[in-house]
């Protein structure tokens, strides 16, 4: 019986270490550690056929800082970035580089919303053709990058995709003036 036990804590502390290694907490200075969402994925529109893509977080665009937002698929972490998304068409990141991708975290939303969340990411990718829009059904960039649940992230990387800027929950005007003025540089 105490073989039982012992074959049984060895094998969920395996269990454990495995599903962690797989996970890399973000590091300012430091490469983002990459992301491969397939179950979802980078909203693509032509207008009248919206599709979804497999996305990496490492193709990025070459020479162009990232601006990723990461946020749980609920209202309440939305609001976290109200602020900052107010601010983002008139900050006119395209005139310094930036590219901004949003991912929503749709296995962080509250049972029953997924489709609804779904569609409002499909309706603001074709407001905002510009923009990379990405659902992330199983959450595998919020277990990857060990981002709090139920909450938002924001992630500004260099050209080089090494992190410059990072910040979890609610962005405040200090927390704003900060980001853009990495972005800016």
């Known amino acids: 019986m105490a ?3 012992k074959g049984k804590g060895l094998l969920l502390s ?3 270490l495995a599903s962690n290694i797989y996970a890399q907490s973000i590091q ?3 490469p983002l550690p990459e992301v491969a969402i397939e179950n979802g994925g980078e909203v693509h529109s032509d207008g009248a056929v919206t599709t979804l893509q497999p996305w990496h977080s490492a193709l990025r665009q070459a020479g162009t800082r990232q601006l990723i937002i990461h946020v749980a698929g609920r209202l309440s972490a939305k609001q976290q970035l109200s602020g900052l998304i ?3 068409p008139q900050a006119q990141l395209s005139l310094y580089h930036v590219h901004t991708t949003t991912i929503v975290n749709l296995d962080d939303s509250i049972w029953g919303s997924g489709p609804f969340v779904e569609q409002s990411i499909m309706s603001s990718k074709k407001h905002q053709p510009e923009n990379s829009f990405v659902i992330d059904k199983s ?3 919020a277990h990857r990058w060990q981002l709090l649940a139920q909450s938002a992230a924001i992630i500004a990387t260099d050209p080089q995709g090494k992190v410059i800027f990072f910040h979890q929950g609610e962005c405040l005007a200090w927390c704003r003036q900060q980001l853009f003025g990495m972005l800016e540089q």
Do not use: P
């Open 86 to 88: 107010a601010l983002l």
């Open 28 to 30: 300012l200075g430091s």
């Open 3 to 5: 073989r039982i036990k």
């Open 139 to 141: 959450g595998i960039a």
């Open 14 to 16: 395996l269990l454990f």
